[in-house]
């Protein structure tokens, strides 16, 4: 049972990045799936989240009309598109899941429904 978080790079201010979520080992398809970022030294911050039936989403409002958050659950992966980026989006970037299939309505809470988390991928920002 695993989530493997890919696509990070460095990228010009401006640019575009798409992060994948890949999991294994359990039914996408029943989970909420979650993206957070983390600075060193600093706790993790909800970026994005996207409920598993329904398909609601929950964004931060410093990524809302710029990111996006889907799924397709037959290949077992959500992605996170990230245009526009900043300087300050670079961070290490970090999904995980919540087994009970929902969001938290604020980016601010998504942390604490979060059982499985996979490892980070580095996204760089250059100005």
């Known amino acids: 049972v695993q989530l493997q978080a890919s696509g990070g790079g460095l990228v010009q201010a401006g640019g575009s990045l798409r992060l994948s979520c890949l999991a294994s080992g359990f039914t996408l398809s029943e989970t909420a799936i979650g993206w957070f970022r983390q600075a060193s030294g600093k706790e993790h911050e909800g970026v994005a989240c996207?409920?598993?039936?329904?398909?609601?989403?929950t964004y931060a409002d410093s990524v809302k009309g710029r990111f996006t958050i889907s799924r397709d659950n037959t290949e077992n992966t959500v992605y996170l598109q990230m245009d526009n980026l900043k300087p300050e989006d670079a961070n290490v970037y970090y999904c995980?899941?919540?087994?009970?299939?929902?969001?938290?309505?604020?980016?601010?809470?998504?942390?604490?429904?979060?059982?499985?988390w996979g490892k980070g991928t580095l996204v760089t920002v250059s100005s």
């Open positions: 996207i409920s598993a039936r329904s398909g609601r989403t």
């Open positions: 995980a899941r919540d087994r009970s299939g929902y969001c938290a309505s604020s980016a601010r809470y998504l942390y604490y429904g979060m059982d499985l």
